[in-house]
């Protein structure tokens, strides 16, 4: 079993609900995310739930330079091994449900793409939509919001939070499978608070 795994393992027994799962992606995940991604945005990317980094080795292997990357993760522990494996990425550390002041405090205005591996199909309603109006607000209609999930079905309520959305990705050689869903705002389509 990797360093990684290990600290994964022992996080997850002592916070089962804050760590999403009981061990990192692995290597065919983080490409078939990855693959979503244009390294030449103009603006950065933000990645969600970042844990020990095996989705950002993706998003970097697309190209994308380090400086366009900003990673939120919340437990120290794993933020202590993403700025020591990522030298030139942001590591954000803190609860995503203050990701907007997070990402003002940083002075990041603009996004050009959110990528979430949160467990946040668990998540109330009012921070699931906390986190897609704040991800919107700096994408643009343009945006997507990619969320890595191990469900078949949407792990967002997309009527409620004004999206369209649908499955993207399915990697049946993860343990355990993984799959990705990639979510719009289109103009119309209107929240229902």
Known sequence: MSKD??????LWFRSPLKVASWAPSGPAVAKAFARHVDPRCN????????????????LLATGLPPEKLILVEKMPEF??????????????????????????????KRLSLVAS??????????LQRRIIDTAF?????????LQLTNQIL????????????RMVDFVWRNMPPLGAW????????????
């Open 5 to 10: 795994s290990w600290l994964y393992l022992r």
């Open 79 to 108: 933020c202590t091994v993403l700025r020591q494996r990522f030298p030139g990425v942001t590591v954000l550390e803190g609860d995503v449900a203050e990701i907007g002041p997070m990402l003002d405090k940083a002075g990041i």
């Open 43 to 58: 603006d950065p990317v933000l990645e969600l739930g970042a844990g020990t980094g095996s989705l950002t080795e993706g």
């Open 154 to 165: 949407s792990p967002l309520p997309r009527r409620k939070l004004g999206l369209q959305g």
């Open 137 to 145: 607000a700096r994408m643009g209609r343009s945006g997507r919001f």
């Open 117 to 126: 591996s949160l467990p946040i199909i668990w998540f109330p309603l009012d």
């Open 182 to 193: 990639s979510y719009r705002r289109p103009a119309g389509l209107v929240d229902a608070h």
